[in-house]
């Protein structure tokens, strides 16, 4: 009997551990995906959110994260404009993906708008009017599906931001709009587990600008 | 009972471990790739290789399994393993996938602009950018290696062919008259707004057998796919205003244009060379229309509407009245459609039609001349991707042409008219064959029969591509090019055939992250050239012949000087023909021997401005001196010219654009006008052809009101 009960515990260990749920899986890339701070760790948890896509075809959080991860990727590399096009190419194909499972999902536009500010980043001279308009147009499309979605808000306030500072304008006149996202973050935020929660750090970064 | 127990303890805790899967992945050329995704497929079990390639992890499974690895730009790998402990490292090698990326494309004489072309050299906004070109395409387009600087005509001559060897295609369809009317010896613009099109290539030769009746070169020209956004477009300039306004709605959208243009205000307070009765005065518009249909297909229709008119004085020499009022009125209708969608699974068609109507109508002092051309054009092809090493594409086009001159001397009830009529069908295939991701090759074969001069031609063209590595290829072009002779000459009779050259090119690539050499040596070879001794005599022959030889280097680096690009195109060429009414074999006298221009172009973000620069040399062109024995031995004053240009953002939708041309202010002439007959000392007087002005200046503002997201930038404007 007790050997039974050994035997069960261990197969049910097996069970386990053999594969983990879609949510502990999802949880443990996240975890990973939290500590990761050089090109190397984000390729490792980009390919970690792939492999759980392509179990999981209907789900396009892992998709989501994956595309984030090459984002920040394009973001971290300052000389090498064909690989920061290469990595949103690779983005672009998860986001593309995602609109597939689910178009009508806010956080997906308000990444996409995210992707093409980071296409505009490699190259302002030329690509600056045309993504902008792209970048802006996919906040409106994400703010029109779920108004309260604070990371658009932010996305629309950051463009905002950054064009006033373009055109040597002040960023004074923002700051209200900073002021209250800031305040009303945890409140907007109120997202389902292992849901794209990020923004609040950058619009402390934003809040800085306010003195 | 108790041993057997602690075995299968044992056996249960080792799953719980896992299996160790380890192993290297290596590209062919046993290069370690860091950073593929390793996993058995179908779970979530996986590693991605380090920077030695190598992978390692544990998967707690005993049975058979895929091991999957994939990696940007190659092909995934899958192999069945079955999983046991102690298995031994894997090697893995991965074959490069074929992509756009990695692909070797053939480049021998293109050069683009946009996304679609292979090899981009410049992009759109650079047309527009470009000092010197002043938003004109042929002008940008004259800042590349390949071409030759005439002044007096404004039109684009490649690899000394002449102007009349472009032909000029949009989305694939002939455009007959994409030049704008003018005086003689008064440079002309390519009639189209560079804003209308998403990508331009331009190809100094060895080009594609779907482009034919062009001798030289082809500019083709793509309209605009999808825009984003509604918009309304402003443009007040010191020579006129444009409006624009684009509609959208679900699947499709209109764009619509109107411009007015008057050079009388601007020409009476900058002293001009030569004297207007009547200044330029141009109004048109234009329509742009786009419709997503089934067959994920895009239908466009392009039309525009022009109306130019002018009065000049010009000098007549040897006459007794000393000059002579030229009164010219153009009208133009073009309309350009075309559809493109995936008929099949790897099967694509396109199609298209245009009409062009053409009139010149000059009004001279005794005499009256007009110029009519209608043309047509319609095209249907096909391209089938059978798999990604092996792409066919054929098609059939019909062109009609009727061209008519009508000349009356005034006062005479009689006139005399003449025209001709010409239908012309060709057929063209290609097939492209990638024998790697290295080497590919095209071959193409093209045919045309024309009615009125009841010939057919057959034209092969060939060109290879090879990459030597990662950055650098080799490309080589070879073909037959045929052409109609020019109109003047087919209204006088129609004995007389098909032009041809024949092209040779072989270029060589590298591309560098921002910067991007291009170096070309061609020669062509022209023959059944239209030659003649006296022009009213019909003696017409196809006797004519001629050669051209020459190199073409291209830099451009974005990457050196920080938010500087720049440009350097050096061409050298030789040439010779013997056609027309030439005595003998001499150098064309659009053609030199050396053309360089400089482009420059510079971000200065505390002043939202972009300032540019273009420095054209050219050294002396050839002409005729009836004063000198010989034929075409004389020469003009080499070209140069430096132009400013300074694009100020004011807002993100107010642009205003200063342009300055020829700031140090060379006395460039283009040509002379001789007497007809020599004076009593048995001389020929001469005029100089100048430019219209020595310098042209231009200041323009760009305003476009859009909706963005929720915002409306109307109240931006103030």
Redesign the interface.
Same mark, same amino acid.
């Given at each position: 009997m007790k050997h039974l009960i050994t035997l069960t515990i261990v197969f049910a260990l097996f069970a386990a551990q053999a594969q983990p749920s879609f949510k502990q899986a999802l949880g443990q890339a996240l975890t990973q995906y939290g500590q990761a701070k050089t090109i190397e760790d984000l390729t490792a948890s980009a390919n970690q959110f792939k492999r759980i896509s392509q179990v999981e075809t209907k789900e396009w959080l892992p998709l989501y994260y994956n595309a984030q991860a090459y984002i920040r990727m394009s973001f971290m590399l300052n000389d090498n404009n064909e690989q920061r096009d290469a990595y949103l190419d690779a983005a672009q194909k998860s986001v593309d993906e995602m609109l597939a499972i689910n178009n009508k999902e806010s956080e997906i536009y308000a990444l996409q708008s995210l992707l093409y500010t980071a296409r505009l980043v490699i190259d302002p001279m030329n690509r600056g009017q045309q993504m902008m308009m792209k970048s802006g147009q996919a906040i409106g499309q994400a703010l029109g599906l779920n108004p309260n979605n604070p990371r658009a808000q932010y996305l629309l306030l950051s463009n905002e931001v950054g064009q006033a500072q373009f055109f040597g304008k002040e960023v004074e006149e923002f700051c209200p709009r900073i002021n209250t996202l800031y305040a009303n973050w945890d409140e907007l935020n109120q997202v389902p587990e292992l849901y794209p929660s990020w923004g609040k750090d950058e619009v402390a970064g934003l809040k800085n600008l306010c003195k | 009972m108790r041993a057997y127990?602690l075995f299968?303890?044992l056996f249960?805790?080792s799953?719980?471990q896992?299996q160790n899967i380890r192993g290297t992945v290596t590209d062919q050329k046993g290069n370690l790739l860091?950073?593929?995704?390793v996993?058995l #497929?179908?779970?979530?079990?996986?590693?991605?290789t =380090?920077?030695d390639g190598e992978f390692e992890f544990n998967a707690?499974?005993n049975d058979s399994a895929t091991l999957k690895v994939?990696f940007?730009g190659y092909k995934a790998f899958k192999k069945r393993i079955y999983i046991t402990n102690a298995m031994p490292a894997f090697t893995i090698t991965l074959k490069e996938a074929f992509n756009k990326?990695n692909v070797v494309t053939v480049t021998a004489g293109m050069y683009g602009t946009g996304e679609s072309v292979d090899a981009v050299v410049m992009?759109s906004?650079d047309v527009v950018t470009t000092a010197g070109a002043l938003g004109d395409i042929t002008g940008a387009m004259q800042t590349l290696p390949g071409t030759s600087t005439n002044g007096e005509s404004g039109k684009l001559f490649v690899h000394g062919g002449s102007a009349n060897e472009t032909g000029t295609y949009i989305d694939g369809i002939l455009v007959h008259a994409p030049y704008s009317s003018s005086a003689p010896n008064m440079a002309v613009r390519g009639r189209f707004n560079p804003f209308m099109f998403s990508g331009t290539a331009f190809s100094t030769g060895g080009y594609s057998a779907e482009y034919g009746q062009a001798l030289s070169s082809v500019l083709i020209l793509n309209t605009n796919e999808m825009p984003? #956004?509604e918009s309304v477009n402003i443009s007040l300039m010191t020579i006129g205003a444009d409006l624009a306004g684009t509609k959208m709605w679900k699947n499709g959208a209109i764009t619509a244009t109107a411009n007015y243009m008057n050079l009388k205000p601007y020409m009476s307070v900058m002293p001009q060379n030569y004297t207007w009765n009547k200044q330029p005065e141009a109004f048109g518009g234009a329509i742009n229309f786009r419709q997503k249909t089934a067959f994920n297909g895009l239908f466009k229709v392009y039309a525009t509407i022009d109306q130019s008119n002018l009065s000049q004085q010009q000098n007549l020499l040897g006459t007794e009245q000393s000059t002579q009022n030229i009164n010219l009125t153009n009208n133009n209708r073009f309309v350009n459609t075309n559809w493109k969608g995936l008929i099949a699974e790897k099967w694509m068609l396109k199609g298209g039609a245009s009409f062009t109507y053409n009139e010149n109508y000059y009004d001279l002092t005794h005499t009256t001349l007009t110029e009519t051309l209608k043309g047509s054009h319609a095209k249907a092809m096909a391209i089938h991707e059978a798999n990604e090493k092996f792409h066919l594409c054929f098609g059939t086009e019909y062109f009609y042409k009727n061209f008519a001159e009508s000349y009356q001397v005034k006062n005479l009830a009689a006139d005399s008219s003449a025209f001709y009529t010409d239908n012309k069908t060709a057929a063209f295939a290609e097939a492209k064959l990638y024998t790697s991701t290295k080497f590919v090759i095209n071959a193409g074969l093209r045919a045309e029969y024309s009615s009125y001069l009841a010939q057919a031609n057959v034209s092969p063209r060939i060109s290879m591509a090879y990459k030597l590595s990662k950055n650098n290829q080799v490309s080589f072009a070879y073909g037959w090019f045929y052409q109609d002779p020019i109109n003047t000459q087919l209204i006088a009779h129609n004995q007389i055939s098909y032009e041809k050259a024949t092209h040779y090119i072989l270029s060589f690539d590298k591309q560098m =992250?921002?910067r991007t050499l291009r170096a070309e040596l061609y020669a062509k070879d022209y023959s059944n050239l239209v030659k003649y001794t006296n022009q009213h005599a019909n003696a017409y022959t196809n006797n004519g012949h001629g050669y051209v030889y020459g190199v073409d280097l291209y830099f451009r680096d974005a990457k050196t000087i920080k =938010?500087g690009?720049y440009w350097i195109s050096y061409s050298y060429l030789n040439s010779e023909r013997n056609y027309l009414n030439y005595p003998y074999a001499a150098k064309p006298s659009f053609t030199n021997a050396h053309t360089i221009s400089v482009v420059y172009k510079h971000?200065i973000?505390k002043l939202?401005s972009?300032i540019g620069a273009t420095l054209s040399l050219s050294s002396a062109r050839p002409h005729n001196n009836p004063n000198q024995a010989n034929f075409m031995a004389d020469k003009l004053k080499p070209y140069s010219s430096l132009d400013v240009n300074w694009s100020f953002?004011y807002?993100?939708n107010i642009i205003f654009h200063a342009a300055f041309s020829n700031v140090l202010g060379a006395n460039n002439i283009y040509g002379y006008n001789y007497t007809p007959t020599p004076n009593s000392n048995g001389t020929y007087g001469r005029t100089e052809i100048l430019p219209s002005a020595k310098h042209f200046f231009f200041v323009g503002c760009f305003i476009t009101l859009?909706k963005?997201?929720?915002e409306n930038q109307l109240d931006k404007i103030n």
């Open positions: - | 127990f299968s303890f249960f805790a799953f719980l896992g860091p950073g593929c995704n996993s #497929e179908g779970t979530y079990f996986g590693a991605s =380090n920077v707690p499974m994939q940007v990326l992009n906004l984003v #956004e =992250n921002k =938010n690009d971000w973000q939202r972009q953002l807002r993100d859009s963005t997201g929720k």
